[in-house]
């Protein structure tokens, strides 16, 4: 078990998480590198080793620096990037090119020949000019790329509106109009500069269920229907992004990975039977599911105001500039003062943060044991989407990164100190 409790203290794989916040200060990302790596070990029992021909590359998006690029390249996986930043990240962190995967529906000129200079495994081609774009810069270097097309499959999922990708009416991925699609396959199979691989979607993140990447499959496999059919052409690999959901809470309904893929794997083995060519190598991008439920943060309370028969707000030194997501998504987390977690939880509050935003809300009407002020409070599942969405909102610094395993603590992020957040500022 990840959490513990001895004596009504909040341990985390297995840290005090009140001797953390007392060693590296408050707002503090508290991330379990025993929870990471059981993740990682779940994808490739119930996927990378299960099916041949498999890749499952980590969304970096959700979490990203260099100790976690060390983590993903130990534990087998491949990385996606989305931009020069998070490719750069991975290269200095010497993960192996051939193993990174950039995605991105606005590469820049800068970024594709960052990528095509390192030689990185896959371009996931997300706009028509896209791909003149990496042919011209490819022609110039004298490289060849291997590409895959992001289709727009045209699914609506089950999730926040901002966190669905993979509906017609979207920015990413290239719609599937015959007129569109097809001579932009054509275009690609017959490029002196480019390997066509194949297609990828991603549906949307945050899942409990399979029926839009399953709906999102059978587009996709009609497309390499047609593929074969029109230009003879056996396609590579697909692949079938992430969103595989988390528990934030007991309302969440979490399944495991097994749930998506197997239903998957067999539909694309029958149809590859079918069809009569050698299945496609599959690929995933799970990014939440990897580190979300592997992270929690700890805050230090401050003000308390009960404002009577309305609400009690607490105050902690954090907020939506360590963790976004409730203001934008309206997400739900739980939480728990950290040096009290077996006391009765008596009392209803509002956990916020310390921004100039009435929206600055963490958890609404968490239900606590009585706080007060300098109490360290532990919010669960932050792993993802937290750090790598941070901001310097009202010129708060960033909180420190902490990697914890088994006992023992290390900071990966140094916290951020105001000197830091001027540096590139000129007068
Ligand atoms: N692959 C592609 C192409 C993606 O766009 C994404 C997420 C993923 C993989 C990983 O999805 P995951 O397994 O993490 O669900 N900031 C939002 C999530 C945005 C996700 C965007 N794309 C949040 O905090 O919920």
């Known amino acids: 078990m990840i959490k513990q409790v001895k004596d009504g203290i909040l341990y985390f794989d297995g840290c005090n998480t009140l001797e953390l916040a007392e060693k590296y200060g408050t707002p503090l990302y508290v991330m379990s590198e025993t929870a990471i790596v059981e993740k990682c070990r779940e994808i490739r029992n119930s996927f990378l080793q299960k099916y041949k021909k ?50 991105g529906n606005n590469k820049t000129i800068d970024e594709i020949e960052l990528a095509v200079d390192y030689n990185i495994g896959r371009i996931i081609v997300d706009g028509l000019d896209e791909l003149s774009l990496i042919e011209s810069v490819c022609k110039q270097k004298g490289k060849k790329m291997n590409v895959l097309y992001r289709i727009t499959p045209g699914v609506k999922s089950d999730s926040h509106d901002y966190i669905v990708t993979g509906k017609k009416d ?11 699609i097809f001579p932009a396959i054509e275009q690609a199979i017959k490029s002196e500069y480019v390997n066509f691989m194949g297609f990828h979607y991603h549906v949307g993140s945050q899942l409990h269920d399979n029926a839009s990447h399953l709906k999102a499959l059978e587009t996709s496999l009609k497309l390499i229907k047609d593929t074969k059919d029109k230009y003879s052409y056996v396609t590579p690999e697909i692949n079938i992004g992430g969103g595989f959901g988390i528990k934030y809470t ?52 401050g003000t308390i105001k009960d404002i009577p028969g309305i609400r009690k707000y607490v105050s902690v030194d954090g907020g939506m500039t360590d963790n976004i997501r409730p203001a934008l998504y309206q997400a739900k987390y739980e939480g728990v ?13 509002t956990i916020c943060g310390k921004c100039c935003e009435s929206g600055d809300v963490l958890i609404r009407d968490a239900e606590v044991a009585p706080l007060k002020r300098g109490d360290i409070f532990a919010i669960f599942s932050t792993g993802a989407y937290g750090y790598t969405m941070s901001s310097n909102y009202n010129k708060n610094p960033l909180p420190a990164v902490v990697l914890v395993k088994e006992g023992e603590s290390r900071i990966v992020v140094k916290r951020q100190s105001y000197d830091d957040m001027i540096k590139n500022d000129l007068c």
Do not use: H
Not at 60 to 71: E, H, Q, V
Not at 73 to 93: F, H, P, Q
Not at 170 to 180: A, N
């Open 54 to 103: 498999t890749r499952a590359a980590y969304a970096s998006k959700a979490f990203l620096n260099l100790s976690m690029c060390k983590i993903i390249e130990r534990e087998g996986l491949c990385i996606d990037v989305v931009s020069g930043g998070e490719l750069y990240t991975a290269i200095k962190a010497n993960f192996p090119p051939e193993k990174i995967e950039f995605n």
């Open 337 to 349: 003062a950290a040096n009290k977690v077996d006391e009765p939880k008596t009392d209803t509050v």
């Open 170 to 180: 979207s920015k990413f991925g290239i719609p599937l109009d015959d007129e569109i």
């Open 250 to 301: 007991d309302a969440d309904d979490k399944k495991p990975y097994s749930y998506f893929l197997d239903p998957m794997m067999e539909r694309i083995e029958e149809f590859s039977k079918d069809l009569n060519i050698e299945r496609p190598e599959v690929v995933i991008e799970p990014g939440r599911s990897i580190v979300g439920e592997a992270g929690i943060t700890l805050y230090t309370v």
